[in-house]
């Protein structure tokens, strides 16, 4: 099969027919294999049932459903669990991403050689305030922290190699890290492609503006986790370290006064607070340290890499 196309939705029951069936021209025209993978979020209108008549009509429409709404991230997951295809396509369910794009992705994996192929909506058909500004400087973050160079994480319009998809958990929001996820996992080859992007036709928006804190905290997290996941230690050591040596210098500091001059008064010293704080937080963050080292020890994914290739074996 040439290609999987994945499709999270949320109550967006107008729109799947619609979406599926200019899917399908678009395959037929180039002459392309695929399913389509809809899968129902928790919907509380009527998407599932939609979902089954599309099922029994066409062959290539598979579907999940979610017994309650889990997320976008925890759908794309499901979804890339099943997905079939050499190529995984993801895309929004509200015909603001273009089907017509599909087969020009798949060519930049195919024959380009990209592990993956994320969207780029330069002209965007959201409202200019609520949505714009805060991606912007949003994706701008994004872009130092991961030295990932692209301009729209959030796309929903993304391709992928199968084995990409297959390397990767997407959990909690972390959807909009996609490509940061396939970096970590070794995926370096990204590429980009400018989208078309249109007016939401029907339905409304299902994220407010919690997503960009939210964002940001997810951000934070996978950075954390991607470089000191497996050895939390190496990051709350070297923090411990550094404040309970700064905080022993000050005590030896107060205590080598106080041998000097007897009437010295201690605890009335900025010296003595410093001193103070700076060595609870030592401890501190050795304790986060060493817990942080006890579960990293004792979870399922301790030893979680990817073997590439082997010979001889
Ligand atoms: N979505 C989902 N689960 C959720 C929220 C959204 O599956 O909890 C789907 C939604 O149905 C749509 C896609 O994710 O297909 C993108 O959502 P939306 O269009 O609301 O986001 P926006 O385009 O406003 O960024
Ligand atoms: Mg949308």
Redesign the pocket.
């Known amino acids: 099969m040439n290609i999987s196309v994945v499709?999270?939705?949320?109550?967006?029951e107008e729109s799947l027919p619609e979406l599926c069936a200019w899917i399908q021209r678009v395959m037929d025209e180039n002459g392309l294999s695929y399913e389509i993978i809809l899968?129902d979020?928790?919907s509380t209108d009527q998407s599932w049932c939609v979902i089954e008549q599309l099922c029994t009509l066409h062959s290539f429409i598979k579907g999940i459903k979610f017994q309650r709404?889990?997320?976008?991230s925890a759908?794309l997951n499901e979804g890339f669990k099943a997905a079939q295809g050499e190529v995984v396509i993801t895309m929004?369910?509200?015909l603001?991403d273009s089907p017509n794009e599909i087969p020009e992705l798949r060519k930049m994996i195919v024959e380009e050689g990209y592990d993956m192929v994320s969207g780029w909506k330069k002209k965007r058909y959201?409202s200019t305030l609520a949505?714009n500004i805060p991606s912007k400087f949003f994706n701008a973050v994004t872009r130092r922290m991961s030295k990932i160079p692209l301009h729209d994480f959030?796309c929903?319009l993304k391709a992928y190699k199968r084995k990409v998809i297959k390397s990767i958990e997407v959990y909690g929001e972390m959807h909009r890290y996609i490509p940061v996820l396939a970096k970590w996992a070794g995926f370096k080859r990204i590429g980009e492609k400018v989208v078309e992007h249109r007016p939401?036709k029907y339905?409304?928006?299902?994220?407010g503006w919690e997503r960009f804190i939210n964002g940001f905290l997810d951000l934070a997290s996978i950075m954390f986790v991607g470089r000191f996941g497996k050895r939390p230690m190496h990051f709350f050591g070297l923090w411990g370290t550094l404040s309970f040596f700064i905080g022993l210098l000050f005590s030896v500091y107060l205590i080598v006064s106080k041998f000097v001059d007897p009437e010295y008064a201690l605890t009335n010293r900025p010296a003595f607070f410093i001193a103070l704080t700076l060595l609870l937080l030592g401890s501190q963050l050795f304790l986060a340290g060493f817990t942080g080292e006890l579960i990293a020890r004792n979870s399922a994914e301790r030893n979680s890499y990817l073997v590439e290739k082997k010979l001889g074996v």
Not at 203 to 207: A, H, I, L, S
């Open positions: 499709i999270p939705l949320l109550n967006e899968v979020d928790g709404n889990y997320g976008k759908a929004d369910a509200d603001q959201d949505k959030n929903g939401r339905g409304v928006t299902k994220f």
